[in-house]
Every structure is written in C-alpha cells, then in structure tokens.
C-alpha cells in the first residue's frame, strides 16, 4: 500500500513557475514509477509526465515538453513537477500516481487526492 501526498500548488501568473512535490508512504517507493496527472474543470483526466523507478526514464505529453520536468528522490520518497512558462490552459488539479509500469495511462495503482494550481494572465 502506498499513500501519496501533493503539495506546492497555488496561484501564479502566466509565465511563472510552481514546483510540485508528491510526498509517497512505504518502504517500496523506489519500485513504483511515478505519474502526474491532470484535471480541469469539466474536462478528462489527461496524463502530463511519467518517471520510472530509477528515475532515468522520464515521459511526458506534448503540451508540457520542454516546460515541465518530472524528477524524484527516492531517498525522501519524494516525486516532483516543475512547471516553468506556465500558461492559463495549464490551470487544473494536479495528481499523482504510483504504479507497477511506467505509463501515460491512467492505470496507476494508487492515487493522491491533488493540488490546485490556478494560472492567472
């Protein structure tokens, strides 16, 4: 079992920058690859970046290629977003997930309950 915790959301301008960190119970937290997700209102859940275990594998979507960075520490347990030249589109919660198989799918095993983050013009 594994809990995770979001932190580092909030309120930025356009062209800012917010780092998220995904907090994870367990002594197994280096085994799982680690999503982030998000959710704007009305609107699907959509995959923005994905890292493996060892954290040499990273994925992401083309909306968030080369603005966002996906990294973890495995001795804090920790995963994190940075988020760099934020745009208004990017407003929604952000999740993330721990699961078995590096992947854009929503296939994760566990969940956190997210983080806000609110991109004002």
């Known amino acids: 079992q594994v809990q995770l915790v979001e932190s580092g959301g909030g309120l930025v301008q356009a062209g800012g920058s917010l780092r998220l960190s995904c907090a994870g119970s367990?002594?197994?937290?280096?085994?799982?690859?680690m999503g982030w997700f998000r959710q704007a209102p009305g609107k699907e859940r959509e995959f923005v970046a994905a890292?493996?275990?060892?954290?040499?594998?990273?994925y992401y979507a083309d909306s968030v290629k080369g603005r966002f960075t996906i990294s973890r520490d495995n001795a804090k347990h920790k995963a994190y977003l940075q988020m760099n030249s934020l745009k208004p589109e990017d407003r929604a919660v952000y999740l993330c997930?721990?699961?078995?198989?590096?992947?854009?799918?929503?296939?994760?095993?566990?969940w956190g309950q997210g983080t806000q983050v609110t991109v004002s013009l």
């Open positions: 890292i493996g275990g060892t954290g040499l594998s990273t």
């Open positions: 997930a721990a699961g078995r198989k590096l992947s854009s799918s929503k296939n994760y095993d566990y």
């Open positions: 367990g002594r197994t937290f280096s085994s799982y690859a």
